[in-house]
């Protein structure tokens, strides 16, 4: 839907960046790289059909990190908070387990989004204790449960940190 995506060669040229990212990241020392599943409306959002197309568009990605030690963390995503869609894929943990598992490989993991989380009003410590081992990233951030993602500092929104805190830690 990105306007940018409509003009010719950009797509490409987008991709081929990736691709430099992820060889950089490895030059770097990075252990994993964060990753958003994207969502495909011409699967009708289909769980199975869009776990599909996010294998057809990552896996040379996932190759490319592995070939230089660099794993793939795929980010748990926002809901569908302005309506345009019907759902968005991976904005529930299991859908994002399900993911990474079917990798069959421990390059492949998870990088929990607390803000994200929060806006989907999970129980983060459930959900958490859920992914396990899988986790290898986090992007910390805070907010309300409102209509945005306000990328607060811990403490400032409504997550339960001192709940959250010794989930983490274990």
Known sequence: TDPSFQKPGYEEYF????RRAYIASGMLGVRYATAHPISFSEFN???EASMKGNHELYD????VGI???????FENMLPSLDRKFPAKYCSHYD???????????PMVAICSDTGHANMMKFDQVRALRS????????HINDNHYG??????????????WYDLIPVLAE
Request: negative net charge; aromatic residues 10%.
């Open 15 to 18: 991709w081929e960046c990736m």
């Open 45 to 47: 959002y289909e769980e």
């Open 60 to 63: 040379p990605y996932v190759e």
């Open 67 to 73: 070939k230089h030690n660099v794993g793939t963390a």
């Open 95 to 105: 859908q994002l387990i399900h993911l990474v598992d079917s990798y069959h490989d």
């Open 131 to 138: 992914v396990g081992h899988r986790l290898k990233n986090l």
């Open 147 to 160: 209509q945005r993602d306000e990328h607060l500092l811990p403490f400032m929104g409504e997550i339960k």
